[in-house]
């Protein structure tokens, strides 16, 4: 390889990897401000439901993606990789800025809720033609010797934007106060988010194309048709492949840190400071995967990994509850199994298509892994932990009702203050109601 073809295939990878940075940032920033949102957004309902719709929310952002994906690999497949992935950018910086505008429940009552479902979607939407278009588009810059090597920017972009906006949410935490955070703090990682965007246009516009559609005479009118009619089994293999590693993916990324708060009960400023730790170590190792993963293959490196997680995920979460330092401990045990899962991933899925459908082909498998394996997990597990904690709806109601908590006043403590007896189980409701009578729970 010549130093010119080096460049050029290192100006793909820094394309995709930025861009797979910013787009996960904007989109991750929610998931870290989840529990602070919601009273802002659903403040009328119970805190345990205005947290769980919130998180709702964040899942629905999740279900446009596979639309995203067919809109963005159609423009991809037939008009090129580049333009594509620009699109994307400029839509999720659209919709991060309008987020850092939005009015909240406060100022324009119910609309506002309907108005944030609005801009999720269109976060969901873009994103959902970002990670599989960036994959593509470094399998194809890269050489046949080091398609892992490179590959692994896309992920390491990816974990990337997980740990950097953790460590904006962490910062915030620590130079706010309550009223601050819930008044106009949570704006500011939206807003940041415009200025980061401009900056990753300007280097993915630098990079070259790497699919010219003119040299496919047989070209399909409708991709994901031919994905479909041609390559069902492909498509069938790649999104199994996705489901387990968004899958394990997803519940480090983004479930971890809120399981640590309202379960665990540790202050939500050290979890973030935790979580941006142990997502950037991560996000770090990437390259070192890269390599692995080129020596003895994607595919052995990705196995391995899911069997390192199936061994260490049980015994981590149980030893989360013995300190912040032995949860960060158990935390980065559990995700860095992830490092050699998604450089295998997202290196293997781009070649398993015939280039002319190959955007649509990732995005699709990506996407529709990403809802059944990633998006529904952080909102799934908590709601299973609330009702196997609390299965007696009655008891549940009554607690609510005793103990509803004025959140219009101090949004961040109601939501901590709610949300933990809840999901910690009955012995938590017994020693932390303000009721007069006991709560019964036999």
């Known amino acids: 390889m010549t130093d010119d073809e080096r460049r050029w295939v290192r100006k793909a990878a820094i394309a995709g990897g930025v861009g797979t940075l910013i787009e996960y940032y904007e989109f991750s920033v929610y998931g870290f401000l989840a529990i ?3 009273p802002l957004f659903f403040p009328n309902a119970d805190p345990v439901v205005g947290l769980l719709s919130a998180l709702a929310v ?13 809109f963005f690999g159609y423009i991809g497949d037939r008009y090129g990789r580049k333009a594509s992935l620009i699109l994307t950018l400029v839509l999720m910086g659209f919709g991060s800025a309008a987020m850092g505008f939005l009015p909240t429940y406060e100022q324009i009552g119910a609309l506002a809720a309907a108005l944030l479902l609005v801009i999720r979607l ?19 810059a890269a050489p046949e010797r080091e398609k892992a090597k490179y590959g692994a920017f896309a992920p390491m972009g990816g974990n990337g934007g997980f740990a950097l906006a953790a ?6 935490l620590v130079t706010t106060n309550d009223a601050q955070m819930q008044s106009w703090g949570w704006r500011i990682p939206f807003l940041m988010a415009v200025p980061l965007t401009l900056f990753c246009l300007w280097v993915r516009s630098r990079a070259a194309e790497t699919h010219d559609p003119v040299q496919h005479e047989r070209r399909a009118r409708f991709p994901i048709a031919a994905v479909v009619v041609n390559e069902p089994l492909v498509l069938l293999k790649a999104t199994g492949i996705a489901i387990a590693t968004q899958g394990t993916g997803y519940i480090g990324l983004s479930y971890l840190s809120i399981h640590l708060i309202n379960q665990s009960g540790y202050e939500k400023g050290h979890v973030y400071w935790v979580a941006m730790i142990v997502i ?3 996000a770090a190792l990437m390259p070192f995967g890269g390599l692995l993963a080129d020596r003895f293959g994607a595919g052995r490196v990705m196995a391995s990994s899911f069997a390192g997680y199936l061994i260490v995920a049980y015994p981590a979460m149980m030893a989360m509850d013995h300190g912040l330092l032995i949860a960060g401990l158990a935390y980065l045990a559990i995700v860095i199994n992830t490092v050699g899962a998604q450089v295998g991933a997202y ?9 002319q459908n190959r955007y649509t082909g990732v995005a699709t498998a990506i996407n529709l892994g990403t809802i059944i394996g990633g998006g529904t997990a ?11 904690k609390c299965p007696r709806a009655s008891i549940l109601r009554h607690h609510c009702r005793r103990n509803r908590t004025r959140v219009t006043r101090r949004p961040v403590q109601a939501a901590q203050h709610a949300v933990r007896p809840m999901i910690n189980g009955n012995d938590s409701l017994e020693r ?7 709560v019964q729970t036999s």
């Open 432 to 438: 932390t109601s303000k009721c007069s009578a006991p």
């Open 167 to 172: 460590a904006v949410v962490g910062i915030l």
């Open 378 to 388: 952080p909102y799934m597990r908590l709601a299973d932990r609330t009702v196997r």
């Open 280 to 282: 950037a170590i991560s």
């Open 36 to 38: 602070i949102i919601a």
């Open 58 to 70: 964040f899942g629905v952002g999740y279900v446009v993606r596979p639309l995203g994906g067919l």
């Open 347 to 355: 290196t293997l899925l781009p070649q398993l298509f015939a280039k």
């Open 122 to 140: 269109l976060q969901g939407f873009s994103a959902g033609g970002e990670l599989g278009g960036a994959a593509t588009l470094i399998s194809e």
